[in-house]
């Protein structure tokens, strides 16, 4: 079974500067996707990124990027420029993209709590 | 992302007492899943369902849950006879035929037994 980590329960960023909130997962598997979500108080998950584990080139969202390592089963999330709306909490999450009765199914890391100081 | 609508948004109910959690996904989408959200805590999986079809619901405890995605209508996640461990955050996301796409979230129903 796969899981996932995120070992940052809460992080802090200066406005305009720059976070970096960690995930790590464990798999056996060697094709597979990786996400960041949003959920700010609202509750509503927002997709901020994705990744395909078979793509070597780290994806880009505008502000947001990721480090992902394969090898290291890393996938860090950078946001640069930070703004007050980015303030939420941030889940990391994995997926096989195998078919399946595990076709579609997100296994979420505890998620991180982002604060950002005016 | 406006498509999945679930309801209610919060749901009170006494323990003892039945839940019914709804989720119309996005229009064209036959795949639906639901996740439970505890206080301070990710969401775990629970169940997936495609039209008329239980797929996987190993994520689902095997008593008093159960849930349905009829040919026609929404899905539906029922929660019989609750107590006070069943209060947390349900989500529902769907995503259309295809492996990479990408799911989609609904807001949640915030269940509180009491």
């Known amino acids: 079974a796969q899981t996932v980590t995120q070992s940052q329960p809460e992080m802090s960023v200066q406005e305009a500067e720059t976070v970096t909130l960690s995930c790590t997962y464990d798999?056996?598997?060697?094709?597979?996707?990786l996400f960041w979500y949003k959920q700010p108080p609202s509750r509503q998950m927002i997709l901020v990124i994705r990744?395909?584990?078979?793509?070597?080139q780290n994806a880009t969202e505008n502000r947001f990027s990721v480090n992902f390592q394969k090898a290291a089963k890393s996938f860090s999330l950078k946001i640069s420029d930070s703004q007050l709306g980015d303030a939420a909490m941030y889940f990391c999450?994995?997926?096989?993209?195998?078919?399946?009765?595990?076709?579609?199914?997100?296994?979420f890391g505890q998620g991180t709590i982002l604060t950002v100081h005016p | 992302n406006a498509g999945v609508m679930q309801n209610p948004r919060h749901l009170v109910r006494r323990r003892g007492q039945e839940a019914r959690l709804r989720c119309s996904p996005v229009?064209?989408?036959?795949?639906v899943y639901w996740y439970r959200q505890l206080p301070e805590e990710g969401l775990k999986f629970m169940v997936y369902?495609?039209?008329?079809?239980?797929?996987?619901e190993s994520g689902m405890p095997k008593e008093r849950f159960s849930a349905e995605f009829p040919k026609e209508g929404p899905s539906i996640l029922r929660i019989q006879q609750v107590v006070r461990g069943d209060s947390a955050a349900y989500f529902c996301?769907?995503?259309?035929?295809?492996?990479?796409?990408?799911?989609?979230f609904g807001q949640g129903t915030r269940l509180t037994v009491v």
């Open positions: 990744q395909e584990a078979y793509k070597q």
């Open positions: 996301a769907s995503s259309p035929q295809g492996l990479g796409t990408e799911a989609f």
């Open positions: 999450a994995y997926r096989s993209a195998r078919g399946g009765t595990s076709y579609g199914k997100l296994t």
């Open positions: 369902l495609q039209k008329e079809n239980i797929i996987d």
């Open positions: 798999t056996s598997e060697s094709d597979y996707y």
């Open positions: 229009k064209g989408h036959s795949h």
